[in-house]
């Protein structure tokens, strides 16, 4: 299971992390991920698979999980407000800064200041795998900054800039920076991998 730095002070606070196998964490409130900018807030669990990306909760015991492989899944953390947000954003949940719209989000519902919040990134497909045929066709222009040579996007700093528009300090993000399609290890939808990742955490 991969840890993140940033969440480790608060570690008696969250159980949280990345498993390489979704299936290993039971009870987790999941989705049917659509890549799109749903944010449900959760209190339990629910019985069907609701439509969303990203989840927040302040409800104690209840894990908050999103699958990925290439996809971004990112963890937030308000520990002021003990406030949690695990979102699922690919390259179309990019287009759509869910990140930061979970962010605005968390701090309307929760009352929650982005620059409390600490926010980790897992591992995901990195600017060296992100080639795209024509991506100044397929990605608006607010992420054209972030096309480099060869077509090639990088979400990673993407990611980042829409956390640090969103008000969280550079040094409370942790971007894994690990590239789950060309670094072993991971699971890879890209790779032809039909497996997914676990990205998880629990308000203890
Ligand atoms: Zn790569």
Known sequence: MIEFDILKPFSGELDYGVVLDSSEISDAVMADQVHGDVILEVTEQHETLPQADAFMTQQKDLTLMVEVADCQGILIYDPVTRSVGAVHS???????????????????????????????????????????????????EFCHPFIGEDNHVDFWALSTKQCLDAGVPEDQIELAGECSKCQPGYLSYRNGDSGRMGVFVTLL
């Open 90 to 140: 690919g390259w179309r949940g990019s287009t759509l800064n869910i990140i930061g719209k979970t962010i605005k989000k968390m701090t309307e519902t929760y009352g929650a200041s982005p620059s409390d919040m600490r926010v980790a990134i897992s591992p995901s497909l990195g600017p060296c795998c992100a080639e795209f045929s024509d991506p100044k066709n397929e990605l608006p």
